[in-house]
């Protein structure tokens, strides 16, 4: 038995185990319990494991490589309306105003705005609906 991946929490743990058995490859998990009672035991004793057997290393890392996820079809890309480039994110303003708020005055005032910074030019957007 060789250790195919190592996680933090046991859940995780099972979940790549399960993907492996709907795929006939047999994992088990090992350390879960100790994790479990301890949890600051987690980084000493490595992790939880998922451990195969070494005949079915290969067989395994193919399967993960060809079963990444991709992007959601429902995910719609924003994109710049200045510059047009992909590299937008929400803008983070709203939720630091918030937490400073938080600090301050001892209840959140929370901000609606729904706005997006381009990572290319930094142009704030708010995003068309369509």
Known sequence: MITFA??????????LRMRLEAAGIPAFVQDENTVQMYWLY???IGGVRVQI????LEAAQEFLAADTPQSSPDAVEVHCPS????????????????FLSLIL???PILIGRKQWRCGACQTVFKPVQE
């Open 83 to 98: 510059c047009g480039s992909a590299e937008t994110a929400p803008d983070e303003f709203p939720r630091q105003m918030s």
């Open 6 to 15: 190592t996680f933090s929490k046991p859940e995780e743990a099972h979940l």
């Open 42 to 44: 987690s980084n000493a």
């Open 53 to 56: 057997a070494g005949e079915d």
């Open 105 to 107: 005055l001892n209840f």
